[in-house]
């Protein structure tokens, strides 16, 4: 974990942003997988994480805010534990690594929400995700788990968000750190892309990647010859000459923070012509999108010019057609790309996602539009200096869309149906890079990963 100082002032700032009240921060505790012993690899909640640091199941924070005090709740561990598991710090121990002078036993945290809720304090939460702690706030508050998400506290959320969105510079070495596995990671998946192997040969190795680092996969790989389908966990296939396969994977730092890249790579090293031609309108979109990241501007405008890329290469194509700009103000792209340009990264892949991509993405200044695509853009509101965002456009030949949009003759003056028709079986391509917003632009972060056709194809080769 970082220095106990970096704990105590931002639970400080938070202080700062929720001005009363109590907040409760309960950390994960483990998550069985088919019986209580047998768990899933333990992950802390990333809020708990970024105000206690502490890496380590069953422990709760409360940030009294009022009287100014900090409290870990959690238990030492019993002698029975310690036969299983080996010697474990004290909770006292803990507190002190997150600069916390009081601690209690887990069953005192009832009680002290108990006194609080008497006095009618203002009890602050965040909006739970994991049915332990969505049951654990159902006996602390009594509140039913079918209203925890619409009750949890909008300022506390507002306020975390804010604190979490800028990075701090160690945060932003962390997630450099990262990014040597994640060069190679990809960079083995593309030598591997050879004409027989299955995907998930792949997938399996550029997991050990992740795991033989020390840490773990930032959410789970995606490696598909199917890239048509956003996010396929499916790895049964074989390869074979001329297939795309897609790969989006990541991996986290020690301490949790994650990468998230996507390259897509011709099968045997050679990119058909059609492929050559989509493979650069979106390397072109990608581009065109980095060069455009400043303080200031919104990710939606970001985001648009990036579909007008795809647009206007789709049309040289014949793929599509009329006037660019009309069309992607009203959609007609998201045939292609139905997804948003990218959403921010940092202790979670998706960051803060967990506390309501509205409170992330947008504000009072930028709505989320009502239209498919663009609608599904997970950070639209202005840039600022300190954000670590993704920038992933990309190119889908989807037969069930173009289906059903050929059906309801959706967009006709935009989309040349029996040409996109002709190219069902080609899959998908995305690229996709961790970007940080500096001063006075952007910077990539990590050492580049091949994303050229030149790069990709050399690398496969060999
Ligand atoms: N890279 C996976 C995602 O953004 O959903």
Known sequence: MFDKTTYINRR?????????????????????????????????????????????????????????????????????????????????????????KKTFPLKELSAKLREAVSKKRAIHYLPPYRGENKILLYRLLNIPINEQKEKASAGLIKGVVSLRSIKENQEIKELERAMDTAYLMHTTAMKMARPGVFEGDIAGVIEGIALSSGTMTSFPVILTKHGETLHNHDHSNKLEKGDLLLVDAGCESPLHYATDHTRTIPVGGKFSPLQKDIYQIVLDSQIKAIQSIKPGITNLDIHIKACEVIASGLNDLGFMKGDVKQAVEQGAHALFMPHGLGHMIGLDAHDMEDLGENFVGYNNEVKRKNIFGTGNLRLAKKLQEGFVITVEPGIYIIPQLIQKWEKEKKFTEFIDYEKTKSCIGFGGIRIEDDILVTEDGCRVLGKPIPKSVEEVENIVQG
């Open 12 to 100: 400080e700032k938070l202080k700062q942003k929720v001005k009363d009240g109590i907040i409760l921060l309960p950390g994960n505790d483990h998550s069985p997988m088919n019986y209580a012993g047998n768990t899933y690899r333990f992950r802390q909640d990333s809020s708990f994480l970024y105000f206690f640091g502490l890496d380590i199941p069953g422990l709760a924070g409360i940030i009294d805010v009022n009287n100014n005090e900090d409290t870990l709740f959690g238990d030492d561990a019993t002698l029975d534990d310690i036969v299983w598991m080996g010697p474990q710090p004290s909770l006292k121990e803990n507190g002190e690594k997150a600069g916390i």
